[in-house]
């Protein structure tokens, strides 16, 4: 049977660590905690390793002497992962509990397809990404009728379980890194996460695109719902303005990075380059099943097609997707899209 190895970086908070980690010993089968400790009091350490001991939880603790912050710790768990054997990695926050069969419906996802590399699960009340409150407005589609949340989490997630038996929404920006799962393959290929993005903050973003642009795919999983009480340690640790301090710096480098711009909104933006990459990829698989719709191409372009076989028409798409920038300008100063189709298709197409 195969194995996951569940990454879970700590800073005091031992109440909240206890939480999550009883929430996977009773929820979770053939599994590792790897718990990362990041200089915690020696009293919060010692209780919950008393925790783990007395539950008979398989884990693995590495203890640093200091802070090292997210990233360092989730690579310190990473090596260690793959030094264990595990077939599947998962990052998660020690602000999280998990629910039943909650790993078993994320790995059969990552398994439908050899290119299904990060899958995320839906989340607790918030304005973060992947929240119950966030998903109708970002992904209207799958999540128009989301049902209530009525602060039962353990009855919410049977609920969300039932109603969406298998149901996913392929994700073309990022999943948040509170609870993903990654194949080991994943892992291998894309690497560890970025160090020079220090204690944290568009890590999962920065990983999330290194891991589209070698190809592989991202989900998020509509029938798994976990509880996130989001940012209990970076609250504790940093004042406002100094998490600002830390986002902006961030922002910066993964904008000069990945030669993208217009971040200060961030889950805005990602909902556009989200739906424009979709409709690409949807366009993309039409033409190979041989689905083109020849009649609305026509009236885009007014009838005026010069050569207009379907065999042209395929050519001139293929050409298309060879290039490698999409420009629109919005007011907000976010620079990626489309033009006009009329235009777009005398542009490109030469028709």
């Known amino acids: 049977m195969k194995k996951t ?23 979770t089968e053939n599994y590792k905690i ?3 400790d990041n200089g915690s009091d020696k009293k919060s350490v010692d209780k919950v390793k008393n925790f783990l001991d007395n539950e008979s939880v398989p884990y693995k603790l590495i203890r640093n002497e200091k802070n090292l912050g997210f990233i360092k710790a989730t ?14 990695v998962v990052f998660m926050n020690n602000d999280i509990e998990v629910y039943s069969e909650w790993l078993d419906r994320i ?4 398994n439908k ?17 992947q929240s119950i409150d966030y998903l109708p407005k970002q992904y209207p589609d799958i999540f128009s009728s989301i049902p209530k949340y009525k ?14 038996q298998g149901v996913t929404r392929e994700i073309f920006s990022h999943v948040a890194f509170f609870c993903t799962l990654l194949k080991r393959e994943t892992v291998e290929d894309v690497g560890y996460l970025s160090e020079e993005l220090g204690m944290g903050y568009f890590d999962d973003n920065d990983y999330c695109e290194r891991a589209l642009r070698k190809g592989w795919k991202i989900f998020i999983c509509a029938d798994v719902f976990v ?8 609250k504790n640790k940093f004042s406002h303005d100094e998490k600002m301090k830390i986002y902006n710096k961030n922002k910066k480098i993964f904008e000069k990075k990945f030669n993208k711009g217009g971040y200060d909104k961030p889950i805005d933006e990602i909902d556009d380059i989200g739906e424009l990459r979709l409709e690409v990829k949807r366009l993309k ?31 001139r798409i293929f050409r298309f997707w060879k290039l490698k920038k999409l420009y629109i300008k919005y007011k907000n100063k976010i620079f990626f899209g489309l033009l006009s189709p009329r235009k777009f298709l005398k542009k490109y197409f030469k028709i």
Request: net charge positive; aromatic share 8%.
């Open 5 to 27: 190895c569940i990454i879970i970086p700590t800073y005091n908070q031992e109440e909240s660590t206890i939480r999550c980690f009883d929430s996977v010993s009773k929820n």
């Open 34 to 36: 790897i718990w990362v």
């Open 113 to 129: 397809d050899k290119k299904n590399g990060i899958i995320g699960p839906i989340s607790s009340n918030g304005t973060w990404m």
């Open 75 to 88: 690579n310190q768990g990473i090596k260690e992962s793959l030094v264990s054997d595990c077939d599947y």
């Open 285 to 315: 698989e039409s033409v190979k099943k041989e689905k083109f719709n020849y009649r609305k191409l026509l009236r885009l372009t007014g009838g005026k097609l010069k050569n207009n076989t379907r065999e042209n028409i395929l050519i």
């Open 107 to 110: 790995i059969k996802i990552a």
């Open 227 to 234: 509880l996130h009480s989001h940012g209990k340690t970076f």
């Open 151 to 164: 602060n039962n989490p353990e009855i919410y997630s049977n609920i969300v379980k039932n109603k969406y």
